[in-house]
């Protein structure tokens, strides 16, 4: 059809798959959208499992993951192959989600080419450049040049409007990660087939971690560590901690010095997504410097400790989903230990209610992608 409006969704890392995946789903099953799928390969083997779990397949991919690659040889790749793709495809929008380097990239590429750009996860600040760093700043570039903001929350809009961008084109549409997470739940396990068969999670209570950021490495990482083994000693008959280890070297060498060759400590590959969400469902707790973690696990109703000393979804903070702990090892233990040891306090956390949404965050953002396009057509369009 002439007058389609045509999309094209940019995403690179895992998490921007996870999030987008129901986006893309919601805009292919709308009639009278083209969309076009590009994927920079920020992160190549993770993104790849995103995609085939939600079947789909990118109709453009850069491939521009290379090893150990710096922060301007990827923003440089990104901004020069986008300019290129948005040339050749000339869409009505862009559409990108999150913090990482493609989605900042990806934003200025747009920009450049006078192409609309719309925010998915738009709002969040942590009001410190350096932490998490380099997302916070990724954000607010992409937070000035988008012409939609899809806020997760209240909060995240109010963030929005103290920046002065008009109220008319921020709107709250819930995240996208629980839309995400509501299909996950509902795919088919075999968990005896699957990375997690190992698992005592009939006899343990299973505690798991994710720690990767770059705000972390080196003594930060090893704080976590300490703390992790002490834990694992001091609940040896109690519990079992899983760790998924980030490919990057710089973890995977300090994990493996501190925490390998304990008994009631499985140090494995990055999960898959479905396996990460049953690997959340069957936790006691979840200790995570991961921000897309802070909002899928208050959803499964799973405590969860920030190894962040400030975090840009204050939201669960508030609701009392999510606690800050930093890389201080003794908060870390004191804060495991209070959740083990006090039944009403895990109750607490895990029944606080999830601030986040209600799994229709891809139709809202949809429907208002088609909105904004009309009262464009017709003149009316808002924020111009």
Request: charged residues 25%; neutral net charge.
């Amino acid at each position: 059809m002439a007058q389609n409006i045509k999309v094209a969704v940019v995403i690179g890392t895992r998490p921007e798959a996870v999030k987008m995946a129901p986006v893309v789903l919601e805009l292919r099953r709308t009639r009278g959208i083209e969309t076009i799928l590009c994927n920079t390969a920020q992160h190549r083997q993770m993104v790849d499992q995103i995609l085939r779990l939600f079947q789909l397949k990118a109709d453009i991919d850069l491939n521009l993951m290379k090893e150990q690659q710096t922060l301007p040889e990827i923003t440089s790749a990104i901004l020069l192959s986008m300019d290129t793709v948005l040339k050749q495809t000339r869409p009505d929008w862009v559409l990108v989600q999150g913090d990482t380097t493609t989605v900042m990239a990806a934003t200025l590429a747009a920009f450049y080419n006078q192409v609309k750009v719309g925010h998915v996860e738009a709002g969040l600040r942590s009001y410190d450049k350096w932490a998490p760093y380099p997302e916070e700043i990724n954000r607010k570039i992409a937070g000035i040049i988008a012409d939609l903001h899809f806020a997760p929350t209240a909060q995240a809009r109010d963030n929005l409007l103290k920046e002065s961008i008009p109220p008319a084109i921020c709107h709250v549409t819930g995240n996208t990660v629980i839309d995400a997470l509501q299909l996950a739940a509902e795919m088919p396990f075999d968990l005896g087939k699957s990375p997690l068969k190992s698992i005592p999670f009939d006899t343990k209570e299973i505690i798991t971690v994710t720690a990767h950021r770059r705000e972390n490495l080196g003594k930060p990482l090893e704080n976590i560590f300490a703390a992790i083994l002490k834990i694992s000693h001091e609940f040896y008959d109690r519990i079992h901690i899983v760790y998924p280890v980030h490919p990057n070297p710089a973890v995977q060498n300090a994990a493996r010095a501190i925490l390998d060759g304990q008994k009631n400590i499985s140090l494995i590959a990055p999960l898959d997504y479905l396996d990460m969400v049953q690997l959340m469902k069957r936790s006691k707790i979840i200790l995570t410097d991961s921000g897309g973690l802070q909002e899928e696990a208050p959803g499964l109703g799973i405590p969860v400790l920030v190894l962040r000393e400030v975090t840009e979804r204050p939201e669960g903070i508030r609701s009392g989903n999510v606690r800050l702990v930093g890389a201080n090892p003794e908060r870390i233990f004191n804060q495991v230990s209070a959740l083990l040891n006090d039944p009403a306090d895990w109750e607490r956390m895990a029944k606080a209610a999830n601030p986040y949404g209600d799994g229709k965050a891809a139709e809202r953002i949809v429907s208002l992608i088609l909105q904004q396009y009309m009262k464009r057509k017709s003149g009316t369009e808002p924020g111009t």
